[in-house]
Antibody, heavy 122, light 111 residues
Framework: EVQLVESGGGSEQPGGSLRLSCAAS????????MNWVRQAPGKGLEWVAY????????SYAVSVKGRFTISRDNAKNSLYLQMNSLRAEDTAVYYC???????????????WGQGALVTVSS | QSALTQPASVSGSPGQSITISCTGT?????????VSWYRQYPGKVPKLLIYDVSRRPSGTSNRFSGSKSGNTASLTISGLQTEDEADYYCSSHTSSSSLGIFGGGTKLTVL
């Protein structure tokens, strides 16, 4: 069974940093591209970042580029999101979401974690 | 980059069919057959309903169907059921520097 479990959420002041983790199980982690998607309270979904299966390619939403860094450790079956220079508008539930396997082309998210709440407030 | 455009809300009666549109540009919806749709119940995790415009993952009811024409994709739900009441989001790959984009979401009410 595919499972994605986020951790590391919490409260931080504007300008601060947080690191989210996502522990994956039930599939060959290195064979899949991974993403972070967020949802501000009462708002819609926003794609945040993408990393390819072997971390060759990363991509970011304009809203977080230069402040957030996505990474992965395939030996530990883990995905990370380092969030620096946090702003109030970064307040959201952050979901770890599995993308396509590295052998196919496309764009969708077939499994999602339960989400980690990040609150940025003074 | 602006979100894909979806109607804020749609409604229908049990047994009816409804369609939710998702309008993008020639850089996203119009450029790729990589449109997906997600359903989200309040307080719950989004679930993939449709991918690659019209493909259904195992477990998705055949009451859900997807299509695309030009820069607009559509999700049709036939035989509406009360359990279909939820928020629906479209997403597309994009040729911009950011790889992906979501729609603003549509709240479906089953009257």
């Amino acid at each position: 069974e595919v499972q994605l479990v986020e951790s590391g959420g919490g409260s931080e002041q504007p300008g601060g940093s947080l690191r989210l983790s996502c522990a994956a199980s039930g599939f060959t982690f290195s064979d899949y591209n991974m993403n972070w998607v967020r949802q501000a309270p009462g708002k819609g979904l926003e794609w945040v970042a993408y990393i390819s299966g072997h971390a060759v390619t990363m991509s970011y939403a304009v809203s977080v580029k230069g402040r957030f860094t996505i990474s992965r450790d395939n030996a530990k079956n883990s995905l990370y999101l380092q969030m620096n220079s946090l702003r109030a508008e970064d307040t959201a539930v952050y979901y770890c979401a599995r993308g396509l396997d590295i052998f196919h082309s496309g764009w969708h998210f077939d499994y999602w974690g339960q989400g980690a709440l990040v609150t940025v407030s003074s | 980059q602006s979100a894909l455009t979806q109607p804020a809300s749609v409604s229908g009666s049990p047994g009816q069919s409804i369609t939710i549109s998702c309008t993008g540009t020639s850089s996203d919806v119009g450029a790729y057959n990589y449109v997906s749709w997600y359903r989200q119940y309040p307080g719950k995790v989004p679930k993939l309903l449709i991918y690659d415009v019209s493909r259904r993952p195992s477990g998705t009811s055949n009451r859900f169907s997807g299509s695309k024409s030009g820069n607009t994709a559509s999700l049709t739900i036939s035989g509406l059921q009360t359990e279909d009441e939820a928020d629906y989001y479209c997403s597309s790959h994009t040729s911009s520097s950011s790889l992906g984009i979501f729609g603003g979401g549509t709240k479906l009410t089953v009257l």
